[in-house]
């Protein structure tokens, strides 16, 4: 097993959830951890990463929609340390919703931030990276495994993560540097909270069958993350029972998947989209 000691680490969306749990893991394991957040970090936040183990944190103020700012932040790391090891490409958001209810610009800005956002992180990173023969741990999905309704733009964009990084894989390793994607289904972080807050959400995510309706402590997800970080995995699961989903995907993204959810959809799609617009219409007017 690898040793983190002295190792930078970027992680994206590093303010908070998973970004953040995997960031102070590692932080214990003596790693340098840069927490870069589109939003500036509390100093509160970096103060809470550990530092007995002589690692010295940062927080780094980037957006993965902006191209400049990472290479910026990247700048910023390699004057701090002069190298980076590795990096999570962990940003991201969702939102729940059908096609037919949600506003177009939200939908592509959820594929630009998930999907786009990844490539323009590896892009920015990738020359300091290979120079260290370092290793990525790209964020993909539990949604990128099956098809269901009201997360049609997320699952594209976590599917194209999956396939990114696999063609990413490929492209470096004879240069040293591994590829690693993780799956990780519903986990409790502030992102997750907003979204099981709505009913009618809450109730299709607890329609769906195990293992996608397993909730994992953020904790638990950061400690896999962690795992996969330092073995340098080509894959990793959240719930560990999504390994074997993977194997037999085919079945919960074809005709037969179709033929046993469209019955139920007749009568969840309008609940899902009638809570959800509900739940806009309590927050608009909250705002106002």
């Given at each position: ?23 102070r ?25 550990d530092?007995?183990?002589?690692g ?6 980037a ?21 980076l ?30 999907l ?34 009201g997360?049609s ?35 409790r ?11 009618s ?8 069958p ?36 993977d ?5 919960f ?18 609940l ?7 739940s ?9």
């Open positions: 097993m690898a040793s983190m000691a002295g190792k930078v680490v970027l992680i994206t969306g590093g303010a908070s959830g998973i970004g953040l749990e995997t960031g893991r590692l932080a214990s394991q003596g790693a340098h951890v840069v927490l870069v957040d589109r939003s500036d970090i509390p100093a509160s936040v970096i103060g809470s990463l530092t007995s183990a002589h010295r944190h940062l927080a780094v103020t957006d993965v929609t902006d191209t400049a700012s990472l290479e910026s932040a990247v700048a910023q790391i390699l004057s701090e340390y002069g190298c090891d590795v990096v999570v490409a962990n940003a991201g958001i969702a939102e729940a919703g059908t096609v037919a209810i949600s506003d177009v610009e939200t939908l592509t800005r959820i594929v630009d931030i998930n786009n956002g990844v490539i323009r992180t590896v892009h920015a990173t990738l020359p300091a990276v290979t120079a260290q023969r370092g290793f990525y741990l790209l964020v993909s999905s539990a949604a990128a495994l099956k098809t269901v309704p997360q733009a997320y699952a594209a964009a976590k599917t194209g993560v999956e396939a990114f990084g696999g063609g990413l894989r490929l492209e470096v390793a004879h240069k040293g540097v591994g590829v690693g994607v993780a799956h990780p289904a519903f986990v972080t502030p992102m997750f909270q907003s979204q099981h807050s709505i009913e959400v809450r109730a299709s995510i607890e329609e769906l195990w293992p996608f309706d397993v909730v994992t402590d953020v904790e638990d997800c950061a400690d896999a993350f962690v795992d996969a970080i330092v073995r340098r995995r080509r894959k990793v699961y959240v719930p560990g029972a999504l390994r074997g989903v194997k037999i995907r085919g079945v993204t074809g005709s037969l998947w179709d033929a046993i959810l469209r019955p139920k959809m007749r009568k969840t799609v309008p899902l989209e009638r809570g959800i617009l509900e806009r219409a309590r927050a608009a007017l909250t705002r106002q």
